[in-house]
């Protein structure tokens, strides 16, 4: 949850990176919220069932602009530009391509974006 709101804190943070585990633990959290958002609209009566749709609605498009900023974050992590993120677009390959540069291990050290978000332990491997 500490992630999810460190997320949320650098709302539209665009510069700099994001580790693997703040990138993977926002985009968890976000799709446990969302879908018990989406489950109570669809199982609740008319009423309060529209009320939930609403705030799914309202979750999703309140998150977008940080959801982009992190997967940014996250792409600068390995040195590679905000800009692969449209590589999704691409039928069939591009969301795989994008999936790899999401899920591969960050840039040891400084890169060009900054410095690494991951603190090394001195003993660490």
């Known amino acids: ?40 609209s669809a199982i609740l009566p008319d009423a309060l069932g529209s009320v939930f749709g609403i705030l799914v609605l309202v979750f999703a498009v309140g998150l977008l602009i940080p959801s982009i900023a992190v997967g940014i974050r996250r792409l600068h992590d390995s040195d590679h530009s905000g800009w692969w993120l449209l590589i999704a677009l691409i039928p069939l390959i591009g969301i795989f391509w994008l999936l790899y540069l999401l899920i591969i291990e960050g840039t040891p050290g400084s890169n060009r974006f900054g410095a690494s978000p991951v603190a090394l332990l001195p003993n660490s491997v």
Request: no cysteine.
């Open 1 to 40: 949850m500490n992630e999810f709101m460190t997320v949320i804190k650098n709302y539209a943070g665009f510069s700099g990176r994001a580790g693997r585990r703040e990138y993977w633990m926002f985009y968890l959290v976000y799709l446990v919220i969302y879908a018990a958002l989406a489950i109570a």
